[in-house]
Structures are given as structure tokens and as C-alpha cells.
């Protein structure tokens, strides 16, 4: 079962424009997330993070919001630029010693001209 | 070089061969993480080390892989018999810990393995 979910497999956004990516998970233990941004034919890239203590946490262009109480998370791109077209990776740790990360399925986003 | 380098960039093996991939993490991370990403998905955790010790390896889905990293540093993955559910790309990440599991993994370019 799947304790990070990505529900929009792609989402279309025109330049200049908010792109929003939403993620939710199940498990309450997690206290830490993770955004990543994947190219193609590249590894994941760290975007921006927010810990559980924090309800929001935002660099430049980037912001990621949480709700812990509906265990959502998003990640808001103002204004979007076609060069943030890629795949989007939402992941979370339960805050144990290890940090291995639960990874979603990914959404891939597309900035139009 | 600066990132996490892996290597090769793609393998294709036959069934029944054995593979080994190979990763060199940024230098002075003592986590080191692999990964599985299967075609549509995200990335799987499979095994960590901190230095040269193995101390999770329960994502790892069968007896056939193994992984070890005897210096603390480089890391290799090893596929024995490979089947064709083997077949995705196999990512490494690196990491500085800070105890608190609140920290950034670094990731390579992966191996895009393919079984015939």
C-alpha cells in the first residue's frame, strides 16, 4: 500500500503561471518531506524540504504548505518557467536516525510557451 | 567530481547473468542509500550504509541481491542470476548525517538496467 501518494500523474501549466503539485500520505509517523525534481536521464534533484514543526517553507520561486491534520502536502511554482518541465518526486521520512526516503510515483509537470 | 557518480549509465544483461553496479558517493557522506525505480515509479528503497556498515537492508528483494561498501566509500550493488523483473534503474544517494533523519540525499544519474 502506498504510504506517499502522487494523484496527478501530469499536470499542464502555461508560462507565468502557478503550477501546484499536491501529495498526501498515510503514515503519521513521517515528520520530514521532501520535494525532488528529476530530468530525464538524470538523478532526482533536491528542491526544498519542510519539517512537521512547520506549517510552511518557501525559497524563491518555490513554497511548499503542509497540513499535518489531512497528512496533505503541495508545492507551489510562482511564477512557472518551461525550464521547470520534469517530473516531480514528493518524499517523506519518519524522522528515524536512518532518513531512508518513502518516494510517490511522481508528477510530471509541463510549462507551455 | 562534486555529485554522486554511478556506474555504467546502462547495462543490458542476459537472464541468469550476474551484474554489479557500481557507486561512488560524494566524498565525506557516510550515509550511502540504493535505490530501485521501476518504469512509473518512484524510487524504492532498498539498502543504507553509514561507513562500510550495512545497517538496513530490508528493502532488498531477494536473496540474489547484495550490496557492500568495505572502505566507506564506493559502494557496489550486485545482481546474481538476473531476472527480467530486475530490469529499472538503480539509483545512489549520498548523504552527511545529522542523526536527526532530516537529512538532504544527494542522488546520482542511476544505472538503467535491462534484462533480456
Known amino acids: 500500500d502506498q504510504q506517499v501518494k502522487q494523484n496527478s500523474p501530469s499536470l499542464s501549466v502555461q508560462e507565468g503561471r502557478i503550477s501546484i503539485l499536491n501529495c498526501d500520505y498515510t503514515n503519521s509517523m513521517f515528520d520530514y518531506f521532501l520535494w525532488y525534481k528529476k530530468y530525464p536521464a538524470e538523478g532526482p534533484t533536491f528542491l526544498i524540504s519542510?519539517?512537521?514543526?512547520?506549517d510552511k517553507n518557501e525559497d524563491g520561486r518555490f513554497t511548499v504548505f503542509l497540513n499535518k491534520s489531512a497528512k496533505h502536502l503541495s508545492l507551489h511554482i510562482v511564477p512557472s518557467q518551461p525550464g521547470d518541465s520534469a517530473v516531480y518526486f514528493c518524499a517523506a521520512s519518519d524522522g528515524g536516525s536512518q532518513g531512508n526516503l518513502i518516494f510517490g510515483k511522481g508528477t510530471k509537470l509541463s510549462v507551455k510557451p | 567530481g562534486a555529485g554522486v557518480s554511478q556506474s555504467p549509465r546502462y547495462k543490458v544483461a542476459k537472464r541468469g547473468q550476474d551484474v554489479a553496479l557500481r557507486c561512488d558517493p560524494i566524498s565525506g557522506h557516510v550515509s550511502l542509500f540504493w535505490y530501485q525505480q521501476a518504469l512509473g515509479q518512484g524510487p524504492e528503497f532498498l539498502t543504507y550504509?553509514?561507513?562500510?556498515?550495512?545497517?538496513?537492508k530490508s528493502g532488498l528483494p531477494s536473496d540474489r541481491f547484495f550490496a557492500e561498501r568495505p572502505e566507506g566509500s564506493v559502494s557496489t550493488l550486485k545482481i546474481q542470476r538476473t531476472q527480467q523483473e530486475d530490469s529499472a534503474v538503480y539509483l545512489c544517494?549520498?548523504?552527511?548525517?545529522?542523526?536527526?533523519?532530516?537529512?538532504?540525499?544527494?542522488f546520482g544519474a542511476g544505472t538503467r538496467l535491462s534484462v533480456l
Open positions: 544517494a549520498s548523504s552527511l548525517p545529522s542523526g536527526t533523519g532530516r537529512d538532504i540525499q544527494y
Open positions: 550504509f553509514q561507513n562500510e556498515a550495512q545497517l538496513d
Open positions: 519542510i519539517s512537521s514543526i512547520k
